[in-house]
């Protein structure tokens, strides 16, 4: 059984800047990673990706300002986000992709003034 353990979130105004991360009890060698998140009432949705070769897609809502990276061993993801804006208020979870394991406790970032 895979645990997702995610850490970093926090209260920032909007502009800042946080950095999460997340470890993951083994090594993640081989496999594509993501971060997603979901915001009160809505949906959770798919934030970025990184794949095995470090290949990394995004969200268009963040491009340019949020950044995926990951070690494999041991197996952690990270998610550099800047010029934060309240519209990305929400629980931010890390896990593969696409999806297969069970999900974390997710970590809160709250973008307000």
């Known amino acids: 059984q895979v645990q997702l353990v995610e850490s970093g979130g926090g209260l920032v105004q909007p502009g800042g800047s946080l950095r999460l991360s997340c470890t993951v009890s083994?090594?993640?060698?081989?496999?594509?990673m993501a971060w997603y998140r979901q915001a009160p009432g809505k949906q959770r949705e798919l934030v970025a990706r990184?794949?095995?070769?470090?290949?990394?897609k995004y969200l268009d809502s963040v491009k340019g300002r949020f950044t995926i990276s990951r070690d494999n061993v041991p197996g952690a993801v990270y998610l550099q986000m800047d010029s934060l804006k309240p519209e990305d208020t929400a629980v931010y979870y890390c896990?593969?992709?696409?999806?297969?394991?069970?999900w974390g406790q997710g970590t809160q970032v709250t973008v307000s003034s």
């Open positions: 896990n593969n992709y696409p999806n297969t394991w069970s």
């Open positions: 990184i794949t095995t070769d470090r290949s990394t």
């Open positions: 083994g090594t993640i060698f081989g496999i594509y």
